[in-house]
């Protein structure tokens, strides 16, 4: 699902000033029993899909001297990977990465006011949450309420909203371990074993059902 919200009053619909870039799709399965077709599903709408939007808004918003925002959201999967969820990690790293990289070009765009006046002023918004209170993973049982408690929907807009009111580029990781969680990779591997066993993130799909799940 893309929110796109309509600011400066440019043409026949306006120029897009905020794109909220938040597509997911869950397959919860282990690599070998995952088919190509649903591979290639994840990545379309978990990775791909941001590409086309940005390609689609991006450029209204370089044009005009107001700029605008970028949302991205991933999720801390994107840093920690999970078992059962190959596929959908990836395309939450390959998010971070992309959303890193793009905010560097616009940055080296701005030198240059006349060819893209609101460079300077669009700014980028990357989302790392942990689980979400949401319809995608109500099946799912927490397996560690204390190392990894659910994200309420409404609190993570709420700090999203205030990002964009602060204008600035910004990193928004809930709850508190997912600021955090990156660090684990340079811990020695017998203490990331522990970590995650204690966490539980790689037992979190055991109960996990995709019925009625829909693109959130």
Same mark, same amino acid.
């Given at each position: ?12 619909? +306006? ?8 597509? +997911? ?39 005009? $001297? ?44 701005? $030198? $240059? ?39 309420? +929907? ?63």
């Amino acid at each position: 699902m893309y929110l796109l919200i309509v600011g400066a009053n440019d043409g026949q619909f +306006g120029t897009t000033t905020i794109l909220i870039n938040n597509a +997911g799709i869950v397959n919860g399965q282990p690599l070998l029993s995952l088919s190509p077709e649903a591979i290639e599903r994840n990545f379309r709408i978990n990775l791909l899909s941001h590409y086309h939007t940005i390609q689609a808004f991006l450029p209204g918003m370089l044009g005009h $001297s107001l700029g605008g925002t970028v949302v991205t959201v991933s999720s801390v999967l994107g840093d920690v990977g999970a078992a059962n969820l190959s596929d959908y990690a990836a395309a939450k790293a390959g998010l971070m990465a992309m959303h890193t990289s793009l905010q560097h070009e616009i940055a080296s765009m701005a $030198s $240059s006011t006349d060819t893209y006046p609101g460079a300077k002023n669009v700014r980028m918004v990357l989302v790392k949450p942990g689980q979400l209170s949401t319809q995608m993973f109500q099946s799912l049982t927490t397996p560690n309420s204390f190392f990894g408690p659910v994200v309420q +929907g409404i609190d993570l807009a709420k700090a999203v909203i205030e990002a964009m009111d602060g204008g600035r580029n910004a990193v928004i990781a809930l709850p508190l371990y997912a600021g955090y969680i990156e660090w684990l990779s340079v811990l020695p591997y017998g203490v990331q074993r522990i970590a995650r066993w204690m966490s539980g993130v790689d037992r979190a799909m055991d109960t996990f059902s995709d019925d009625g799940q829909i693109s959130s």
